[in-house]
């Protein structure tokens, strides 16, 4: 089973800035690659997946990067709406299951 | 626009099994989509439980598969799940999505969730 790890686990940003989160990856995820984001009390929303596309409806200000076992989510000129956890999952490897990190909580500064 | 609801018992008691059903609304479930169930703790976050095609095909996740089954009925256009033996352990939030592709494992659809709490 492929872990994931993100970092940080908690960061502060203030509204309008840039923040960039990571997740690293126990093995190479040939670019397999999600993202997530969860508010409290809702369901995760895919935002990101193929390590850069993304998702029908996702605003241009979320963009993700990466290869390999390194992935990157960059999120510029964070708005008001923004604030949450973010989730990573890979869905490499076959069989299943597909798995995913622990989560970064993006927070108000 | 298709929506998913899960619904099942709020409560089960340990050793019993958790049986939930996800409705598939707006839309037809014979599609090129896995039909999934994850779940949601604050001690193992969120963990992918397994998926069902619609012809009947499944794949579970390791840590599970002696306890679970998964079942589609297609003329409610709905799917099940069944966690026997339950534990504490299996307290979380459960949710049903929609796998985006054959190949595509990732989750564009998600149903609201629904809590279950494995309780005495």
């Known amino acids: 089973e492929i872990t994931l790890t993100q970092s940080p686990a908690t960061v502060s940003v203030s509204p309008g800035e840039s923040v960039t989160l990571s997740c690293r990856a126990s093995?190479?995820?040939?670019?397999?690659v999600a993202w997530y984001q969860q508010k409290v009390g809702q369901a995760p929303r895919l935002l990101i997946f193929?390590?850069?596309t993304r998702a029908v409806g996702v605003p241009v200000r979320f963009s993700g990067g990466g290869s390999g076992t390194e992935f990157t989510l960059t999120i510029s000129s964070l708005q008001s709406e923004d604030f949450g956890i973010y989730y990573c999952?890979?869905?490499?490897?076959?069989?299943?299951?597909?798995?995913f990190g622990q989560g970064t909580k993006v927070e108000v500064k | 626009q298709v929506q998913l609801q899960e619904s099942g018992p709020g409560l089960v008691r340990p050793s019993g099994t958790l049986s939930l059903t996800c409705v598939v609304s707006g839309g037809s479930m014979i599609t090129d989509n896995w039909w999934s169930w994850l779940r949601q703790s604050p001690d193992k976050g969120l963990e992918w439980i397994g998926e069902i095609f619609h012809s009947g095909s499944t794949n579970f996740n390791p840590s599970l598969r002696s306890r679970l089954t998964m079942s589609m009925d297609r003329s409610r256009n709905q799917f099940s799940m069944n966690l026997t033996s339950v534990t504490a352990a299996d307290t979380a939030i459960y949710y049903c999505?929609?796998?985006?592709?054959?190949?595509?494992?990732?989750?564009?659809?998600w149903g609201p969730g629904h809590l279950v709490t494995v309780s005495s």
């Open positions: 093995r190479n995820l040939n670019n397999y």
């Open positions: 999952q890979q869905y490499n490897n076959w069989p299943p299951p597909w798995t």
């Open positions: 193929g390590a850069s």
């Open positions: 999505a929609r796998g985006e592709g054959i190949v595509l494992m990732v989750y564009g659809l």
